[in-house]
């Protein structure tokens, strides 16, 4: 597989540095209906699904074909690209203090800031890696994920809104303009919907699961404002919906807008949350609807960006089908023709949702659709 530049292969990046974000113990539960035990369980949001999954990735033998990619902290200057300067300093004296919450469910430890500043600067390492020619596509396991973080406060996990960083070093070193962001984590990117809601140059796609999180973000109606109107696109999918509707979402919905819009580099905010197995999410993809989506994100990017595409990895919380499913996303990057075995994946493919859209997501489209009409051929 070759890409821009006559670039070759695909490139992980990954530090272990990133399995010692400690999340610690949690008390699930809201204030309506508060968690009842004396004990905490552990925090969703641990360090072993992406351990997990890194170890997956070896075991399969894949992992070795890659091309490593060493991440660098990103700087302050890039973290203010997105962040205020007083929230990093905020998030920098937290750590040194032993740890807190930057925001609102956003726990990090002492060594909180250094990780967190990996993770923004290895969805840059990718970017350098993929623009510059070394490979031709590039996954970037990193935690903490990134995609609900605000300009001035952490939230749902994470710190630093890494996908959004990593899109604005794309224009600021390589001049690049219109930047792609599709975003399949099962919950909204309400953190980069807000970072280029009045940006015209960055186009923002989330599907995601009706409802779930935020609450009050990723609606259809929030189209972007200013020179940024049309190119927020919100497709929220009913609980449940399964491999077809997110297909025809791609299908109807963000390939013809991503083609239009015709991006110079395509990024995904991976989330795995979205899997069958997931505590936090009930969307039922398989790990066979995770390959899908990504093929069809690589063939965007063949289509618009000579096959300039980085992946960055945000939320999942199954311990099994994390795994599993970030495995299915690299063995298509890498274009693998023989995938490993996904023992769940024969449950998976006769459900219903494997193969029909239901009522609910077609009326979710056909929403979109006409919203976005104004703005879009479709
Ligand atoms: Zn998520």
Known sequence: MTGADGAAGTGLVFHDRYLQHNMGLARSGSPLAPYPYAEPEPHPSSPRTVGRAKHLLDLSGLGERLTPIAPRPATDVELATIHTLDYVARVRALAAAGGGDAGVNAPLGPDGFAIAALAAGGAIAAVDAVIGGVVCNAYALVRPPGHHALADRGLGFCLFNNIAIAARHAQRAYGLRRIAIIDWDVHDGNGTQEAFYADGEVLFVSL???????????????????????????????????????????????????????????????????????????????????????????????????????????????????????????????????????????????????????????????????????????
């Not at 075995?341 to 949702?353: F, M």
Request: hydrophobic fraction near 45%; charge should be negative; include cysteine.
């Open 208 to 378: 995601h699961q009706d409802g779930l999180f935020p609450v009050d973000m990723g609606l259809v109606e929030q189209i972007g404002s200013g020179e940024g109107v049309g190119k927020t696109v919100n497709i929220p999918l009913p609980p449940g919906c399964g491999d077809a509707a997110y297909a025809a979402a791609i299908e109807r919905v963000v390939a013809p807008i991503v083609r239009q819009f015709a991006p110079e580099l395509l990024l995904i905010s991976c989330g795995l949350d979205a899997g069958a197995f997931d505590p936090l999410g009930r969307m039922n993809l398989s790990s066979a609807g995770f390959r899908e989506l990504t093929r069809a994100a690589m063939a965007l990017a063949d289509e618009c960006c000579d096959g300039q595409l980085v992946v960055v990895h945000e939320g999942g919380y199954s311990q099994t089908y994390v795994p599993a499913c970030t495995l299915a996303v690299i063995e298509a990057l890498a274009g693998v023709a023989e995938p490993w075995p996904d023992p769940a994946l024969a449950r998976l493919l006769i459900a219903r949702t494997r193969r029909e859209v239901g009522l609910d997501a077609e009326h979710t489209l056909t929403a979109v659709l006409s919203t976005q009409r104004p703005y879009w051929q479709l």
